[in-house]
């Protein structure tokens, strides 16, 4: 390759210590066997890549590069800074680390595999690096990245940029590796979006309802002695009616303390699930609910069910990675999966909180649990059935309600849980 690896950027220096650090990250985290003939152009040609997604003051250079490679680099970085998808995609990759690095580790990795299938395929290396290579290596960075910031959408940490751990947010390397996952799932990229939508609009739906408070709601009211609960005219009234109730007992306010508990999802994923839009609207539905109790600060919960109840999930990383590849298939036991979450609330010392079990089915199993019900009466259930019937649901539901697989029809069911 003639010339050396020259940079095609302004704005930082190739010899900075940031940019060598920068270089040297990329590197390490893409971990693979590297074109041996054009490897420093590739780390080259990633790192300004990188620099120029995250920052707003690097621009691409005017002047031609004297390497072969990097100047068709340069020339497809200029036409792609000029187009609307680099705009679009510039407004969440700017100052966003994980996204610019994902970007730049899946433009490595796809550039340095189409040079090496071009490579085997022509005989020789000085094909392996055209301008279609390197068009298609950009192409698919995109379209990984478009979907890496759907996820990192849903998961929204507190620091967007930054590289927290897989229990808080998302690091880069988990970012990439559930973006690889989900790249591979039919419609994955349907439920992101339609999850995405329903978050962004939902606000405009729905009303400011009461919030919970360690000082707890009226319950009723009790004779008790400890002036500290009395109802304050109790502590006006004339002496021979005071000294009385010092004897016998003074109105008190009874409260109940509550505690925003948790919202617990239960999915059915049999395989009457996967017909039509079934499959699609529940799970955007369910992404949709994790982002409002992480708005609500309320715990959430997420179990898969068919024939029996599969792993309860509370990890953000989790609960994004298995509702968006885990597949429809077996038969259906609705009663092993409310049976479970109760017992999960109950284990978890949750049962007296105002929990929320939202439960999404087509209902083809029989149930029968009004008296168990009946004792978790701090427990609501709401049931979101999709194109069937549920007598037994019907009966043990705080709210029943018959899905439409629209928008619309999303947008009631979330309005529902924010008001609960």
């Known amino acids: 390759m003639a010339g050396n690896s020259r940079s095609n950027i302004n704005g930082i220096s190739q010899t900075s210590t940031v940019y060598k650090i920068t270089r040297e990250r990329l590197v390490r985290r893409v971990n693979i066997d590297l074109d041996k003939n054009s490897a420093e152009d590739i780390k080259t040609a990633a790192s300004d890549l990188y620099f120029l997604f995250y920052s707003g003051l690097v621009t691409v250079k005017n002047q031609k590069n004297s390497n072969e490679f990097m100047e068709s ?23 966003n680390d994980r996204l610019s690095m994902l970007y730049s580790i899946n433009f490595m990795k796809a550039l340095n595999e189409n040079a090496k299938k071009n490579a085997a395929r022509n005989g020789n290396t000085s094909e392996s690096l055209n301008p279609k290579t390197i068009e298609k290596s950009m192409e698919g960075a995109s379209k990984k990245i478009e979907m890496a910031h759907e996820i990192e959408k849903i998961i929204k940490d507190k620091n967007p940029g930054g590289n927290t751990g897989r229990k808080e947010g998302l690091s880069v390397d988990s970012l990439i590796d559930l973006t690889d996952k989900a ?34 709601e009226l319950a009723g009211y009790y004779k008790t002695r400890h002036i500290s609960n009395v109802l304050s005219r109790e502590l006006a009234m004339p002496d021979e009616i005071f000294y009385s109730k010092i004897i016998n007992g003074f109105t008190g306010k009874e409260k109940r303390l509550l505690s925003p508990g948790a919202y617990y999802v239960l999915l059915d994923k049999s395989g009457s699930m996967y017909e039509g839009d079934k499959t699609l609207w529940s799970r955007s ?68 909180e105002t929990n929320t079990i939202i439960i999404i089915t087509d ?58």
């Open 73 to 95: 680099i340069r020339l497809r970085m200029d036409y792609m800074t000029k187009t609307k998808e680099f705009t679009q995609a510039k407004t969440y990759s700017h100052l």
């Open 285 to 352: 539905v369910a992404l949709a609910l994790f982002r409002i109790s992480k708005n609500k600060g309320r715990k959430y919960f997420f179990r898969f069910f068919d024939n029996k109840p599969h792993d309860l999930l509370n990890s953000p990383f989790d609960i994004v990675e298995n509702i968006l590849t885990v597949e429809a298939n077996k038969g259906t036991c609705i009663e092993c999966a409310l049976k479970t979450a109760l017992r999960d609330l109950q284990d978890g010392k949750m049962a007296s």
């Open 183 to 216: 790249m591979k799932v039919e419609n994955a990229d349907k439920i992101l979006t339609m999850a995405n939508k329903l978050i962004d609009i939902m606000p405009r739906y729905t009303k400011k309802m009461r919030a919970f408070s360690n000082t707890g």
């Open 363 to 420: 209902g083809e199993d029989k149930v029968n649990m009004q008296d168990y019900f009946r004792k978790e009466n701090e427990t609501k259930l709401i049931t979101v059935m999709i194109n069937g019937y549920n007598e037994g649901l019907k009966k043990i539901s705080t709210t029943y309600m018959d899905a439409k697989l629209s928008e619309s029809g999303a947008l009631e069911l979330l309005g529902l849980a924010r008001s609960v």
